[in-house]
């Protein structure tokens, strides 16, 4: 069954792939371009919190992009980023760029990825069958993984050669030629139900969109998602300081290509563990949340001790390997628990809360390495990443987690209401 003979998703998948591109080349431009013009790490820490915060808003994007057109969703929201991306080179040659501008740009883009990231994947069960629906999910993950390792590497090395806002020219194009493969896009909607759904007035449909909400937040309360959740925040917030610190900690090491190289390692680590992830899943999850964790923070502070550069980029790439496995590992969890036609609300949810944390540990990781220097806090960070494993050691019902395959909603205590049928995804 090979997914790329499916025209549809061979263009949605070029366009996610280049689309991608874009991002991991405006990720690394803008927070060394925002330190570079501040030249403080408070900035790097005040770029994460903007451009982090957006992605604590998610749970808002679910039910609007389960009422728009996906391919015009698709092709309108890169457009804008191209808009958004241009407007730095532009302010750059007219004399007009700041940290200012920079810090305004980089929380809209992240906006707007709030409402495409999620379109992406709402497109997928109308362009590949049921039977297909594993494979073409593994590829997009693969793909959006595989391009942050490739492009996170390349875009330190080319801020180095031709500097950010050269840079921020090649990146707008990524999105024109995104903004195109998603035009020919066919993605089949139900003309009578969207149709409906135009006849409705804007009270109604705020007051049902409002409802939605509710009732993602309803599903997962009181149950042992919450707590997994909760879990993750910690991990999340030392996380918000990683992306402030980095920078900062490049620059004392040699460089933006250096800072490139440690968002690679990153990514690289993210991706081999999610290609374990399917030998983990025969383990009990709870044990191996606790041992995944346990490792990733020892990595991470021999990371931040090793006395050479390469040695401590290549554990810090280490320490994300048990951290992809177990993200997939969470990821498989709500897709076999939660009923599919709540999984878009309840899953925007569920991120909204596991986000909230980044944009604030990014703002303390600036404010922190500004007084006591980057090296420092980089260290302290592996604190954050242990207080985890302790969480769910402490956690009966966490540590006693049994392998994925034997859990369901009832185990996890999803509170779904009478008229919503149950059905195990195998």
Known sequence: MNVFKNRNFLVLFLGRLVSNAGDSLYAVAAMWLVYDLGGSAFYTGLAGFLTLLP???????????????????????????????????????????????????????????????????????????????????????????????????VAGILVAAVGAVSLYIIDSITFLIAAFLFLLLNVPEKEKKRNEKAKKSFKKVMRTYISEIKEGVSVIRSSLLVKIILGSVVANFAVGMTIAVLPVLADTLGGSNIYGYYLAALSA???????????????????????SFVIASVLWVLSSIAPWTAVSIALFGMAWIPIGMTNVLFAALLQTTIPENLLGRVFSVLMSINTIAMPIGSLIGGTLTEWIGSQIVFGFIALGIAVVPIYWFFNKNLRNLPAIKNIDAAYIGLRLSDNVEFTKNN
């Open 55 to 153: 992605q604590s808003l998610q749970f808002l994007a679910g039910p609007l992009v389960d009422r728009w057109q996906l391919k015009w969703t698709l092709v309108i929201s890169q457009l804008i980023e191209f808009l958004l991306i241009i407007t730095i080179p532009i302010c750059y040659y007219l004399g007009l760029l700041n940290v200012s501008v920079v810090l305004t740009i980089m929380p809209l883009a992240t906006l707007v990825n709030q409402v495409a990231y999620p379109a992406q994947s709402a497109s997928l069960p109308k362009i590949l069958t049921k039977e297909e629906l594993v494979k073409g999910n593994a590829a997009f993950s693969f793909a959006y993984q595989g391009v942050d390792l490739t492009f996170n590497a």
């Open 269 to 291: 680590g993210t991706l081999i563990g999610a290609l374990f992830a399917s030998w983990a899943e025969r383990y009990r999850l709870g044990i191996f949340s606790i041992v």
